[in-house]
């Protein structure tokens, strides 16, 4: 007899001993690299090249508190940055659902090619979302959720601004690592909500 039988003839002497044995052994391998996978979600960023050139500005205080609209131009003008955009969280209830399921930000429409060069939308649609100040556009994967399509009303209802919108779905943008946001005109709610001159953050496209 070899070392090799030996050692499959007793692993297997009593059956059940060996596949508790052999399940506890792959459950922890699973729980390894399950935590290992989410712990480098939360950690590593993204190594696309869009990723790469974005900057985000917000307040050092805490990214609740507002910046003031004024600061674009003077962030223009630092030198190596291409493009800048107020990017605020709407916080909005859709329908008549109790939680949020789904982010909303306000920014410059004409510059989302040019922040956010992975999202990839048909050029018609593009066109029509820049256009409309009250228009949006929807990642795919809520489109899919909620069965939307373009010329569909999304309603929302905000917990941080005092008002509501009405956006129509002008476009459906994909190949972003979160392909669920929505997005649409920040100057509509400046005006829809009277907060015109502040933001929540920029994100500043460099060179």
């Known amino acids: 007899m070899t070392v090799g039988t030996f050692i499959v003839k007793n692993a297997f002497r009593n059956k059940r001993r060996a596949a508790l044995s052999i399940t506890s052994v792959a459950v922890s391998l699973f729980l390894l690299v399950a935590l290992l996978v989410f712990l480098r979600e939360l950690t590593v960023p993204a190594e696309d090249i869009g990723a790469a050139l974005r900057v985000v500005v917000r307040s050092r205080i805490s990214i609740a508190n507002p910046l003031p609209a004024r600061q674009r131009p003077i962030i223009e003008r630092i030198p190596g940055v291409e493009a800048v955009s107020p990017f605020s969280w709407f916080g909005g209830k859709f329908k008549n659902e109790e939680n949020m399921t789904f ?5 410059d429409p004409k510059l989302l090619t040019n922040i956010f060069g992975e999202a990839k939308v048909p050029a018609d649609q593009l066109q029509a979302f820049v256009s409309d100040q009250r228009s949006c556009i929807i ?17 929302l209802t905000s917990v941080i601004y005092p008002c509501s919108l009405e956006l129509k779905i002008a476009g459906i943008y994909k190949g972003t690592i979160d392909d669920r946001n929505l997005l649409f ?5 400046d005006e ?16």
């Open 139 to 155: 990642g795919k994967i809520t489109a899919d959720k909620y069965k939307l399509k373009i010329g569909d009303t999304v309603p």
């Open 192 to 207: 829809a909500c009277g907060v015109n001159g502040m933001v929540s953050t920029w994100w500043v496209k460099v060179r």
């Open 103 to 107: 982010a909303q930000f306000a920014m």
């Open 185 to 189: 005109h920040h100057k509509y709610v």
